[in-house]
């Protein structure tokens, strides 16, 4: 079992930059792969980005390369995400997770079915 917990999330214009985090308990941290997902108004949730267990690997969906960060540190059981050039298509309830494993490819991720309670995020234009 592990609990997942997202905060940081808010309103801000296009453009913007906001930080988001997620602190984990219940299992070692450092065993796991860790990820965001997102879900937008009516729209399935979606992976957004993940990160290996020792934070020096990461991948992205395409539509947030380049604009968002993952990162994790390990001693205090947080995982990041760094987001810049906000669109208001970025908009969304963002839930950090635990993946079944790295895959390296966004197209092919699993999450295991523990969920917190997510943080919005809202871009305007």
């Known amino acids: 079992q592990v609990q997942l917990e997202e905060f940081g999330g808010g309103l801000v214009q296009a453009g913007d930059s906001l930080r988001i985090s997620c602190t984990a308990s219940?299992?070692?941290?450092?065993?796991?792969?860790m990820a965001w997902f997102r879900q937008a108004p009516g729209k399935e949730r979606e992976f957004v980005a993940g990160v290996d267990w020792d934070g020096y690997r990461t991948f992205y969906v395409d539509s947030v390369k380049g604009r968002f960060t993952i990162s994790r540190d390990n001693n205090k059981n947080t995982v990041d995400l760094k987001m810049s050039s906000l669109k208001p298509e970025d908009t969304a309830v963002y839930y950090c997770?635990?993946?079944?494993?790295?895959?390296?490819?966004?197209?092919?991720?699993?999450?295991?079915?523990?969920w917190g309670q997510g943080t919005q995020v809202t871009v305007s234009s």
């Open positions: 997770a635990v993946l079944r494993f790295y895959t390296g490819d966004a197209r092919y991720t699993e999450a295991l079915d523990y």
């Open positions: 219940g299992r070692p941290f450092n065993t796991l792969a």
